[in-house]
């Protein structure tokens, strides 16, 4: 008998680890809403009105309304975002009664796009041609990703996904992971090509296709990604909104979105060699010149002498300026 308890509390136990049923539908007051969207919950958000409407561009809430929409009770738990009601009439939506009329949701169309973006060179390269060795990843453009806004959308969870994701080889086999480098190598690790991305900004790129080794082999050495046409496709299913629009419209599906892997052209080095030539050195022989005999005649120069004076020193100066006046007063005396 105590072994089912045991087993009762193990069974709780792995119930209550069970993450809750993701829920985008619920919103609340001032949230985006996307056109095609289905079952919507307004009930917190409309707070007990009954009444909500549309008013024009250019328009004020005291201005009539161009539209009106009542309420019943069930419409506030589930309510569809149809296209033939909110196509032409994006933006802001009011509670209209009883008043204040304040917004109650923002309605936009919804836009999803997938391309294959080469992460060396930054730049799309959808359809093109790339070489083998080219880093690549999937990106994808959309503004859904505000449904994981927890204010907008407070019971949404990480479990919550609705894109989904596929890759496929040249053979048009599904790829669901990729090798970062061949098997058996060391630090070889294998990553999810991430089928299911959950997507909280826009642009998403796929993590790992950054570490998708394109020349990886398998065990039995098998070329695991050969050149050719790999194609991407991805799909989306917001709160069902391929009930109005299908699984083919580009609202909800885009691709298949192809890049070819070709062979990567082989860098050829080229080293030039220069050849060491020895020119041998050459005599040339000085033509012979007929020597004329020549006289030379040697004159010299006799310098003349140059008178050097040197100056007398101040005192003698002085001395016999003293002595020439002393004779000529006393000349003068006798005369």
């Known amino acids: 008998m105590q072994y089912r308890f045991v087993l009762v509390f193990i069974i709780l136990c792995m119930l209550a680890a069970v993450p809750a049923s993701a829920d985008l539908g619920k919103i609340a007051e001032g949230a985006t809403v996307y056109v095609g969207e289905t079952g919507i919950d307004l009930s917190s958000a ?12 250019g328009n ?11 309420f019943t009770e069930a ?29 109650l949701f923002s309605v936009a169309k919804p836009s999803f796009n997938l391309s294959v973006w080469d992460l060396d060179h930054k730049r799309d390269v959808t359809g093109q041609e790339v070489p083998r060795s080219t880093n690549i990843t999937y990106r994808i453009d959309t ?13 949404n969870t990480p479990q919550d996904t609705f894109v989904t994701v596929s890759l496929t080889s040249p053979k048009d086999q599904p790829i669901n992971s990729i090798y970062t480098a061949s098997a058996g190598y060391p630090g070889v690790l294998l990553y999810p090509v ?12 796929w993590k790992y296709g950054e570490r998708w080794n394109h020349s990886a082999r398998g065990y039995d050495g098998t070329v695991l990604y050969p050149p050719g046409t790999y194609t991407f496709s991805a799909t989306q299913n917001l709160n069902n909104m391929q009930k109005y629009y299908g ?32 020119v041998p050195e050459t005599t ?4 012979e010149t007929p020597s004329a005999a020549v006289t030379t005649r040697t004159t010299t120069a006799t310098a003349k002498p140059t008178w050097t004076s040197t100056p007398l020193p101040p005192q003698v100066t002085l001395f016999a300026l003293a002595f020439v006046s002393v004779l000529f007063l006393y000349r003068t005396r006798r005369s």
């Open 46 to 57: 409309l707070d007990g009105s009954r009444q909500i409407a549309w008013f024009a561009p």
């Open 247 to 278: 699984t083919s419209d580009s609202i909800v599906a885009t691709g298949p979105k192809t890049v070819t892997f070709v062979a990567d052209v082989p860098v050829v080095t080229t080293t030039a060699t220069i050849a060491e030539v020895t």
């Open 194 to 205: 991430e089928e299911k991305p959950l997507i909280k900004q826009s642009p998403y790129f």
């Open 284 to 287: 040339v022989a000085a033509a």
């Open 75 to 103: 419409d506030a738990f589930s309510y569809d975002i149809s296209p033939e009601i909110f196509a032409n009439r994006t933006g802001m939506w009011y509670k209209y009664y009883p008043k204040p009329r304040i917004p």
């Open 60 to 70: 004020t809430t005291d201005d009539p309304a161009e539209i009106v929409l009542t």
């Open 143 to 155: 503004n859904l990703y505000t449904v994981y806004n927890e204010i907008q959308r407070p019971d």
